[in-house]
């Protein structure tokens, strides 16, 4: 009977397993095979060896990308961070109508970054946007925000900010009720204050939680493509903002060079890896967990 239920249980698995293998496996490895020709997307590929990986590295479009990725994060991790536990927080006190609360605060996960990207370009527009009306209402004069290369990257931050909080929010509420009361009822009872409360209970116990969605935004934050292909597209601050996946996407669909924006692809996907790596070897030194 036991082997009659593993053939029937392997039996539904094998189109998932062979989807994985086909759609997943076997394109990683074909991409890897492609990053190591000349290919523009018609004829056969022309086998160059490392040649698109030393062009990678004397190109200083991928080091302009690479300090923009990294500029991006630097603004948006943060700040992300910052807003969506303050927003945990809010959402797991004693607040009438906090289920009301998280669903609005959720809404604008659940929407297209497309749409989301739009709207915000409309907010940002330096005559009829709202953002700069409120700011001239209050006696300022706002910035063309997409057209300035100065202000063009803090928008799309805070349009990303804007975004992720609900997701973020949301996994930081799950940890916020994972903490025992108790140790919060034995810190009253020393007399421990809010902030002490918060810097010696909250954060540690929730490092754990800290710590995925640190990698998940950093993941996240090396692949950021959307919001800025749409909020810079047509405008003049579009070439002056290359992030990592604009270049692949530019190098493959604009100028057909498929073998190299392939070799850009996997030298992204070795940054994220060792940034991962790193993370998880740096884990140990502040990540808690209650045992």
């Not at 998932?16 to 496996?25: D, E, M, N, Q, Y």
């Not at 948006?76 to 961070?81: C, G, I």
């Not at 090396?222 to 996946?245: C, H, K, N, R, Y």
């Amino acid at each position: 009977m036991y082997k009659s239920r593993k053939k029937i249980i392997l039996t539904f698995l094998l189109p998932s397993f062979l989807g994985l293998l086909v759609f997943k496996v076997f394109s990683m490895l074909y991409s890897l095979y492609i990053s190591f020709t000349d290919w523009n997307l018609f004829g056969d590929p022309n086998f160059i060896g490392i040649r698109n990986y030393m062009d990678i590295f004397q190109d200083e479009r991928f080091y302009q990308a690479l300090k923009n990725t990294l500029l991006f994060i630097t603004g948006y991790l943060p700040s992300v961070l910052i807003v969506s536990l303050g927003l945990a927080m809010l959402l797991n006190s004693k607040v009438k109508k906090v289920t009301l609360f998280r669903g609005l605060f959720f809404l604008p996960v659940i929407s297209s970054w497309v749409a989301i990207s739009m709207i915000w370009k409309g907010m940002l527009n330096p005559e009829f946007g709202i953002i700069n009306t409120i700011i001239r209402f209050f006696g300022g004069n706002g910035p063309a925000w997409l057209q300035n290369p100065s202000y063009v990257m803090p928008a799309i931050i805070m349009t990303s900010v804007w975004k992720d909080i609900g997701f973020l929010a949301i996994i930081f509420l799950g940890g916020l009720q994972g903490i025992s009361q108790t140790y919060y009822e034995a810190a009253q009872i020393d007399c421990a204050g809010p902030w002490q409360r918060f810097t010696k209970i909250t954060l540690p116990l929730l490092s754990p939680t800290t710590f995925y969605v640190l990698i998940l935004s950093i993941i996240n934050s090396f692949q950021v493509f959307d919001q800025i292909w749409v909020m810079t597209s047509g405008e003049p601050t579009a070439d002056l903002v290359p992030v990592m996946v604009t270049e692949i996407y530019r190098n493959s669909f604009r100028y057909q060079r498929m073998g190299y924006s392939t070799a850009l692809s996997w030298v992204l996907f070795g940054i994220i890896i060792l940034v991962t790596v790193i993370q998880n070897v740096l884990q140990k030194k502040w990540v808690h967990y209650d045992d």
